[in-house]
């Protein structure tokens, strides 16, 4: 759940200074339209250093980068396929100066406007070094890459493309189950849509726009399009604060998905910080287990030892904890009595009344009576 900070702050990503309140043309020709919001409305910008956004798109950034180079880019089109007959519409881009958040989006209000709307995207495109989106990896920028190669436009994305639909998947998923842009908003920024527009009816309103040319349901699908752009850049910077100072999140789901994350990659220091902020409840358990295995991993058998025995005290005494400790004191502490003592202890759970004796559960138990043999044969031979 977002703090009374980020309340606050997604309050204030209103409108502050100047807006475009009728249509203009762009010096190329198609219809422009821009928004501007306070700087102080994405606060959390000061966490996205080089360094944090490596560790959360696994991509090279450039050292110096800043705010005002992430070009942020969502399209609204005229179908869910990246097919050559898809066509971007309209396309809302945000980016940073000094004072401003500002949305600028461009739409072709017929197909004749279309080169334009592509030339000015191809333009900003070339300019940033970084380019954020929201599933932009699969859909977005595929579907203006085929529009600009069939208009003759050579260009793509110079810079480093971070599309935070996927570590926001890694991130939310084992809360929030689903994490498409509107259901990030509610759960993570705490915003709620009035009166939008549903995606799927995106397509169907702008062919309608062509045969009527009412503008009205035009500026419902821009208004979604804008918000989408503000949205995509407060999870984006949200992600970075996350990353830099997890002890900032409540949610202890979202601390062991983090530790996962940091983990795949080899930021093992920080993911052993967030699997121990995320041991609570039912995330005990696994946040110890992977604690304890990395761990041994680092050769530190006796912390190993010290967690594993902090689980089995909390009655979590399975026999995969007991053959986990029996490995440890054979392999690793060269202490074939207390193997042998985890073991045996690891047999009589599975020997209880009414346990699955199923073929994974007589494989282990098969495999234990083995180390068991194995290690009587040895601590009768001292």
Partial sequence: MPNLTDKLRMIGAQPKAHRDEAPREAPQGCYRISERYPVASFADARYATASILHEIYGLDFPVSVRIQDVLFLDTETTGLSRGTGTVAFLVGVGYFTDQHFVVEQLLMRDYDEEIFVLEEINRLLQSFPVL?????????????????????LSGKPQGVHADVLYPARRVWKLRLKQCNLQRLEESVLGVSRND?????????????????????????????????????????????????????????????????????????????????????????KPAFQALAEQEKREGSAQRAVKLYKAMLARGEDTADVC????????????????????????LLILAE??????????????????????????????
């Fill in 132 to 152: 954020a989106t929201f599933n932009g990896r699969t859909f977005d920028l595929p579907v203006l890459e085929n529009r600009l190669l069939l208009n003759r």
């Fill in 323 to 346: 053959v986990a400790l029996a490995k440890l004191y054979e392999h690793q502490l060269k202490d074939a009595r207390q193997a042998l003592l985890y073991t045996r202890q690891a």
């Fill in 353 to 382: 009344p009414g346990l699955d004796l199923g073929e994974a559960v007589q494989s282990k138990r098969n495999a234990l009576q083995y180390r068991y043999v194995r290690l009587r044969r040895i601590t009768n031979s001292k």
């Fill in 196 to 284: 939008d527009i549903p995606g799927a009816m995106i397509p169907q309103t702008y062919f309608t726009y062509l045969k009527n040319r009412d503008f009205e349901p035009i500026r419902q699908i821009m208004t979604h399009n804008r918000q989408d752009i503000v949205s995509l850049a407060q999870i984006f910077f949200f992600l970075c604060r996350l990353y830099d100072k997890p002890e900032t999140t409540a949610e202890p789901e979202d601390l062991y998905s983090l530790a996962r994350a940091l983990h795949r990659r080899g930021e093992t220091q920080k993911a052993k910080k967030c699997y121990r902020l995320s041991a609570r409840d039912d995330l005990r």
